[in-house]
């Protein structure tokens, strides 16, 4: 089996990406699901929990902890904020949903 090394690295592709607009559009429209799926990971890997150890702390099994995030990297299905809470404790955290006027987002970014 004869694998190529590929001659961009994931961020060269996305840094050239961002200079289309199609692009950007459909990224900025992910945004709050890219920030949360990063926290979920940040926040599990920080206590050190497999997706197993996960799922049992929240009475379910490690196939839901991986469809949960998963699930907020495409346009699958959205979790409920119940299934965020109990992630949230499962990791030591509780969830804080937050509206924020449009003109403060966007000067932020």
Known sequence: MNKKTP???HEQ????????????AAYDALETEYVLLRELLQARKEVG????????RMGTKA??????????????HSP????LKKYARAVGCRLEVHLIPEK?????R
């Open 7 to 9: 001659t961009k690295t």
């Open 104 to 108: 403060a987002a966007k000067s932020n």
């Open 13 to 24: 592709m996305l840094n050239e990406w961002q200079d289309d607009p199609e692009f950007q």
């Open 49 to 56: 929990l497999t997706q197993a150890e996960v799922a049992e």
């Open 63 to 76: 196939p839901a902890v991986t469809r949960l995030e998963t699930s907020l990297s495409g346009s699958r």
């Open 80 to 83: 409920t904020i119940a299934t």
